[in-house]
């Protein structure tokens, strides 16, 4: 009877370790659930902010591209302007000079084409007169002459000093040389055709004989 009261406590006694083991490895079960589900979410939270991050990094590396292009844009479009605005001033400039140009020499066709007839005034001026008549036809040649010249200097023309002057080359022209003791070297020592500048402009050059 003994024996079997004491079989009957050891099968107790079994039979509770095993359910407290039981209990025990169903803990440690739930506990590694859980654990292996905030691990999860955990990791899947980390992974959320990695992709956040590497969207914001692109959004930011898409920005910076997009504001390079604009500068560099901005960069053409503005040398673009400053060429376009060197062209227009150069252009302004080389029509406000031609205009003016065309102002200040607007007669010089008109006296080149004078130039042979006061020649011509010249020619006849040498004329030494033998008699009253001769003498009253030159003097009216020589008014003539005289109202063409005044009318040359109203327009800014003038006639180029050359007997008794330097020789010049952007003045005169050369055609014989001389040695005259009376003279200094290079010196225009006759003048055969005389030259006419207007205003600074040279028309046509004097033709001269040069001392050596």
Known sequence: MENQTKETEQLKEQ?????????????????TVVGNDTADVGQAESNEDKEDSFKEENVVDESAIKISE??????????????????FENFRRRSQLEKE???KYRSQSLITNLLPAIDNFERALQIEP???QSKALLEGVRMVYRSIID????EGAEQIEAVGQ????????????????EF???IVVEEFQKG?????????????KVNQ
């Open 15 to 31: 039979t509770n370790g095993a359910v407290e083991e039981t209990e025990t490895n169903t803990s440690f079960k739930e506990e």
């Open 101 to 103: 140009s065309s102002e």
């Open 130 to 132: 033998n008699d009253e």
């Open 184 to 186: 200094g070297s290079n």
């Open 70 to 87: 604009l500068e560099k844009k901005l960069d053409e479009s503005e040398n673009r302007y400053l060429r376009l605005y060197a062209d």
């Open 151 to 154: 009318v040359l200097k109203d």
């Open 196 to 208: 006419y500048k207007l205003k600074d402009r040279v028309i046509r050059p004097s033709m001269v």
């Open 166 to 181: 330097e020789f010049d080359p952007n003045y005169h022209q050369a055609v014989m040389q001389t040695d005259d003791p």
